[in-house]
């Protein structure tokens, strides 16, 4: 990237694999949404005017990036990419950092986090919300069993909230059956993971760095409801990162390594995850 970037987030359009926000190793939060062209291996700024914010979430729908939520600030903000113009949304009335997001049907669901509607970032929110895209505005939905800052992702109609951390990390996968539209299953992985990203391929669910296992990797088989760990000899090793998935590839972005913003990271590294690889021993 153009400069290092923890605590950032990404959303995937096309070719294109959109990075903003997060915190600058030179200090203070950056104001940028900065594309990576995965054809041409290239990294451009294509808008320098976002609010500051880190620990915030963007999701992709309609050829525009929505970025929402991080500490501190409750803008909706919407770049569209073909323009690179940005416009605001509906605010929204209940906004944490560290939260999760995922799309499903033109809605924007978020959840967990911390610091809700700008309190102290030690205290860990159970909210869940979604964002509806055509009348622009918020709808509450039923808490999540367990407050705590949140990664999640939605596979056949079902969105898994998967581990997180509330003072500690957790081992937990929640469950929310968005056509009941109520939280059903609760599983226990064996390792617990907070600071970590997630991707998804078909049925699977890619979990990449973390907080306190910074080379951590697995998936979480929808399937099977099972964690399958995985290695690498070369993944750099980082925490709050971002992680994209697109043709059979793993795409892992930025992130850090300490507390300090001095330790944030300005690379991208990508794996193959094919069914075939995966099956192998």
Same mark, same amino acid.
């Given at each position: 990237?153009?400069?290092?970037?923890?605590?950032?987030?990404?959303?995937?359009?096309?070719?294109?694999?959109?990075?903003?926000?997060?915190?600058?190793?030179?200090?203070?939060?950056?104001?940028?949404?900065?594309?990576?062209?995965?054809?041409?291996?290239?990294?451009?700024?294509?808008?320098?005017?976002?609010?500051?914010?880190?620990?915030?979430?963007?999701?992709?729908?309609?050829?525009? =990036?929505?970025? *929402? $939520? #991080?500490?501190?600030?409750?803008?909706?903000?919407?770049? !569209? &990419?073909?323009?690179?113009?940005? /416009?605001?949304?509906?605010?929204?009335?209940?906004?944490?950092?560290?939260?999760?997001?995922?799309?499903?049907?033109?809605?924007?669901?978020?959840?967990?986090?911390?610091?809700?509607?700008?309190?102290?970032?030690?205290?860990?929110?159970?909210?869940?919300?979604?964002?509806?895209?055509?009348?622009?505005?918020?709808?509450?939905?039923?808490?999540?069993?367990?407050?705590?800052?949140?990664?999640?992702?939605?596979?056949?109609?079902?969105?898994?909230? =998967?581990?997180? *951390? $509330? #003072?500690?990390?957790?081992?937990?996968?929640?469950?929310? !059956? &968005?056509?009941?539209?109520?939280? /059903?299953?609760?599983?226990?992985?064996?390792?617990?993971?907070?600071?970590?990203?997630?991707?998804?391929?078909?049925?699977?669910?890619?979990?990449?760095?973390?907080?306190?296992?910074?080379?951590?990797?697995?998936?979480?088989?929808?399937?099977?409801?099972?964690?399958?760990?995985?290695?690498?000899?070369?993944?750099?090793?980082?925490?709050?990162?971002?992680?994209?998935?697109?043709?059979?590839?793993?795409?892992?972005?930025?992130?850090?390594?300490?507390?300090?913003?001095?330790?944030?990271?300005?690379?991208?590294?990508?794996?193959?995850?094919?069914?075939?690889?995966?099956?192998?021993?």
């Amino acid at each position: 990237m153009s400069v290092r970037r923890g605590a950032i987030c990404s959303a995937i359009a096309g070719d294109n694999i959109y990075v903003s926000n997060g915190y600058k190793d030179s200090d203070g939060n950056a104001t940028i949404i900065e594309k990576y062209s995965i054809k041409d291996n290239r990294w451009s700024i294509i808008n320098s005017s976002l609010v500051p914010k880190r620990f915030a979430n963007s999701e992709t729908y309609g050829n525009k =990036i929505y970025i *929402f $939520n #991080g500490w501190g600030n409750s803008h909706l903000e919407i770049i !569209d &990419l073909e323009t690179h113009q940005k /416009t605001k949304g509906a605010v929204n009335r209940a906004y944490t950092g560290n939260a999760g997001s995922a799309i499903y049907n033109g809605k924007i669901y978020t959840f967990g986090g911390s610091g809700l509607n700008n309190a102290a970032t030690t205290v860990f929110s159970d909210r869940f919300q979604y964002y509806d895209i055509a009348s622009d505005t918020w709808h509450p939905l039923p808490d999540m069993p367990t407050a705590r800052e949140a990664r999640g992702k939605i596979v056949n109609d079902k969105l898994y909230v =998967i581990g997180g *951390f $509330n #003072g500690t990390s957790s081992r937990l996968v929640n469950v929310y !059956d &968005l056509k009941k539209n109520l939280w /059903t299953d609760q599983y226990t992985m064996p390792a617990a993971i907070s600071g970590h990203s997630l991707a998804v391929s078909g049925t699977k669910i890619f979990i990449a760095g973390g907080y306190n296992n910074q080379n951590f990797l697995a998936y979480f088989d929808t399937e099977t409801n099972k964690l399958q760990r995985l290695s690498s000899n070369n993944m750099i090793s980082r925490r709050h990162a971002a992680a994209e998935i697109y043709n059979d590839k793993l795409y892992i972005i930025g992130g850090s390594t300490a507390s300090s913003t001095k330790s944030a990271i300005k690379s991208i590294q990508v794996a193959d995850i094919s069914e075939e690889l995966l099956s192998a021993k």
